[in-house]
């Protein structure tokens, strides 16, 4: 888009300017105090709108940094991978890794495989005998119908 550019805002922002010059010197001419200057309307416009346009220009420089540092930061990154890669470092720090990792996963299936699940001996045995009460109960009903 052509009005997110830098090159479109300064035009811009120069039309303003010129546009103001030209009302403040119509103004003047016209022997006006400067009281009266900086309540007219289109003075206040062209002013405003000068502001605007500041206001995107910072925000375009400051795109533009931040993408000059991402760039930087990408090249960097960049050299520092081909330095390493030439040393062979990467691979190494790579291996360790993943050796930590399968220490890991071996330190959790152990613990798995020594600690059998607990299940409490005591509820299973209160669940069978009550299971027992129930069709006793029930046994003890249908005979006596």
Known sequence: MGSK???TQMGRKEY???KLK????LLSEKKSEPSQVDKDPRVKNLRGNIRAVDLR???IAKIEQRTAELAKAKLEKAAAALKVKEGGE???KE???KEKGKEKGKEKKEKKEKEPKKVPE???EQKKKEKKEKEGKEEKGSESA
């Open 5 to 7: 550019q830098k090159k």
């Open 122 to 124: 005591e509820g299973k």
């Open 16 to 18: 303003f300017e010129r």
């Open 22 to 25: 030209e009302r403040l010197s």
């Open 57 to 59: 220009l910072k925000a």
């Open 90 to 92: 990467v691979k190494e």
């Open 95 to 97: 291996k360790e890794k």
